[in-house]
């Protein structure tokens, strides 16, 4: 079955960029979705087709895909954005999500 | 405001069954493919299955494969997801989340606050 594999965790400092990858095989022919969960809390979509930010979204995420590899970038990363990601595709009609990150901001 | 809000959770034992509701309101939901999406304490999300705006269609990962069924009443604006023959495995927060219409690929643009199953003896 197809598998999506993000790292467990990315650290950043205020004001930096955190980039957070999601790795699969041929990737980049398949749209990929990514969402932010807080503890306790439902995920919250980020980016969606790849690289569209849904409306309340700040522009400090983006997102690309590319080859095997898909990319959320958070720039300017603030102390809210610590959370969970995941990161999202399908295999013909079946979900897939990535193993998560946990991105801290120290 | 769109809202969708689980129900039915609870402690089942093993082998046994349970139905989980999600109510919809404030979109049309008949025009909606919705989505049950899951996650196990302090583990990652997991997708479950997904219904058509119809019903006609419906797709399931192969972990509930011939125990789960999903199922909606659009007259209702309710979807619910009927589990059997229960294991420990699915234990878990259980979501439910609305398509986005306007995406190219499917996302999930709203997500219900879950409701917590866990399967124990």
């Known amino acids: 079955s197809y598998a999506l594999t993000q790292p467990p965790s990315v650290s950043v400092s205020p004001g930096q960029t955190a980039t957070i990858t999601c790795s699969g095989d041929?990737?980049?022919?398949?749209?990929v979705s990514w969402y932010q969960q807080n503890p306790g809390q439902s995920p919250l979509m980020v980016i969606s087709?790849?690289?569209k930010r849904p409306s309340g979204i700040p522009e400090r995420f983006s997102g690309s895909n590319s080859g095997n590899t898909a990319t959320l970038t958070i720039s300017g990363t603030q102390a809210m954005d610590e959370a969970d990601y995941y990161c999202?595709?399908?295999?013909?009609?079946?979900?897939?999500f990535g193993t998560g990150t946990k991105v801290t901001v120290l | 405001q769109v809202q969708l809000v689980e129900s039915g959770g609870g402690v089942v034992q093993p082998g046994k069954s349970l139905r989980l509701s999600c109510a919809a309101s404030?979109?049309?939901?008949?025009?909606?493919?919705m989505h049950w999406v899951r996650q196990a304490p302090g583990k990652g999300l997991e997708w479950v299955t997904l219904?058509?705006?119809?019903?006609?269609?419906?797709y399931y990962d192969d972990s509930v494969k011939g125990r789960f069924t999903i199922s909606r009443d659009n007259s209702k604006d309710t979807l619910y997801l009927h589990m059997n023959n229960m294991r420990t495995q699915d234990t878990g927060v259980y979501y439910c989340?609305?398509?986005?219409?306007?995406?190219?690929?499917?996302?999930?643009?709203?997500w219900g606050q879950g409701t917590l199953v866990a399967v124990s003896s």
């Open positions: 087709q790849d690289t």
């Open positions: 404030e979109f049309t939901f008949s025009v909606y493919t």
């Open positions: 989340a609305r398509e986005d219409l306007a995406a190219v690929g499917r996302a999930f643009d709203y």
């Open positions: 999202q595709t399908w295999d013909s009609n079946t979900g897939v």
């Open positions: 219904i058509s705006s119809d019903g006609s269609k419906k």
């Open positions: 041929k990737l980049g022919d398949r749209f």
